[in-house]
């Protein structure tokens, strides 16, 4: 979800977006899940099919169905 703050803990970590300014999009997790994001991609589509974003995890030994499993 979006959030506007920040508690004691947390760690920010900036994505490249690739564009051509070099924008880039910072996401909020706590420490312990830091390591988690090595590696991962995040992108955003908006179409018929498809609409959110998708995060590309290559550490991810596997996922279940609805997405809020981590192994």
């Known amino acids: ?3 506007e703050r920040l508690l ?3 760690a920010v970590r900036s994505f490249s977006t690739g564009g051509a300014e ?3 999009v ?3 997790v706590d420490r312990m899940s ?3 994001l090595a ?3 995040i992108d955003f ?3 018929i099919e498809k609409q959110g ?3 590309d995890n290559p550490n991810a030994a596997g996922t279940c169905a609805c997405g809020e499993s981590f192994n």
Do not use: H, K, N, R
Request: aromatic share 16%.
């Open 8 to 10: 004691d803990g947390d």
């Open 22 to 24: 070099l924008e880039s």
């Open 45 to 47: 589509a908006d179409s």
């Open 26 to 28: 910072e996401v909020v």
């Open 1 to 3: 979800y979006f959030d």
């Open 53 to 55: 974003f998708t995060i």
């Open 39 to 41: 590696g991962a991609t």
């Open 34 to 36: 830091v390591p988690y």
